[in-house]
């Protein structure tokens, strides 16, 4: 979530852009349950999420207890409720319906479907239970390495190695929970937890992952390489790609809310090289339009400078347009499941009949429509929730 006096990192918002209109693609009724499009899409897409959280996770040893649960119960929790109500009166279901989801809603779960009425916010609830949890094992990690640095039996040099002992103390910590999560959910498939904490554990090791990559990759990012090392990079990502298109058709569909691993350990390859080649997609879109602006900015105005002006701008859009839905990433988890009745209902009868034949079939064109018809909605909402904010509690 957006923190305030922070400004935002314009990449991740683009990684965020970018995953949240791959969520609504996967939510279209076009695809096959196990067709490549959804078995590609579910190998990574919301593992990304949380390591996209890991890398905006900035707990230290000052921070305090009451500042992280307030925080992660603010920023996901609250919303969870928020976002349920307002589906219990946007989307028409009976009273039958609310009553049975009631349930659904407080356990925090996303199953079963016919009575979540919104599936897509059981995410909330696991996302609010993984990094609270990592958190708060962030939190222990760094008072336990207080604890033995101030010590007088231990090498008065250990501060030293300070960091790497937070670090190895966070990784025992995690690999336990990932273990007892496994255990449960895997070994004795025992019945679904409140708020998914039995998934939320095992997918901590993502959340770590991004933590590590926020502390290494951006003194890699500010070293200058020359043409051979970028034209590794871009072989290496070329490679990336290949490889993890391989290995997550091998391992099938992922469904982390169905507690559908396959191939657990398959499952965190095909997530991490999902988000290095989206990552990398990501900076290259985010590189283009620093140029382009940078560009824009040393144009004087002439005819010959329009057209340059019009190119630049067109390079310009993407990153615009990924950011924009990077930060309203979360309305757009919340609302594009209930776009979808009303696009049918309002939108769609009214269309010309050779576009509601497009529609009713799987195409590039019929994709892009119902996306932007869910993003549209979602987006509309955002704004209604913002002013509402505005006026009630005046920020």
Known sequence: MKEKHKKRNIYIDIMKGLLITLVVIGHLPYFEY?????????????????????????????????TILYKRTTGTLIPYFVFYLITFIIVPTTTEQKINAIPVVLKGIGIPPDHA????????????????????????????????????KVKTNIHLYKPILEI?????????????????????????????????????????LGNILSKIVPVIINKKGSIILYTFTIIAI???????????????????????????????????LGFIFFSSISYIIYIISAFAKKQLDNLNNNLFNGISCFIYTLLELPTRL?????KNSIYILAYHIPSVYYSNRFIIPYLPISIREILSHNS????????????????????????????????
């Open 168 to 208: 190895l103390i966070a990784f025992v910590f995690i690999a336990i929970n990932m273990r007892i999560s496994f255990i449960y959910a895997r070994i004795y498939k025992l019945p679904r937890l409140p708020y998914n904490i039995e998934i939320a554990g095992y997918c901590l090791g993502f959340i770590f």
């Open 364 to 395: 590039l064109i019929s994709i892009l429509i119902m996306s932007f018809f869910g993003i549209a909605f979602s987006l509309l909402m955002s704004i209604l929730h913002k002013v509402v904010s505005k006026i009630f509690f005046m920020r």
């Open 34 to 66: 196990d067709s490549r499009t959804l078995i590609l899409i579910y190998s990574f897409h919301m593992h990304a999420f949380l390591i996209i959280g890991g890398i905006l996770s900035h707990i230290d040893e000052n921070t305090k207890l009451s």
């Open 117 to 152: 009425l919104n599936l897509p916010l059981w995410f909330l609830t696991f996302y609010f239970v993984a990094m609270t949890v990592f958190e708060l094992i962030q939190f222990i990690s760094y008072k336990i390495t207080k604890i033995i640095v101030n010590s007088k």
């Open 322 to 326: 990924f950011s924009y839905l990077g």
């Open 238 to 272: 070329i490679i990336i790609a290949k490889t993890w298109y391989e290995y997550s058709m091998w391992n099938g569909r992922i469904d982390l809310n169905a507690r559908d691993y396959k191939n657990a350990f398959y499952m965190y390859v095909d997530a991490i």
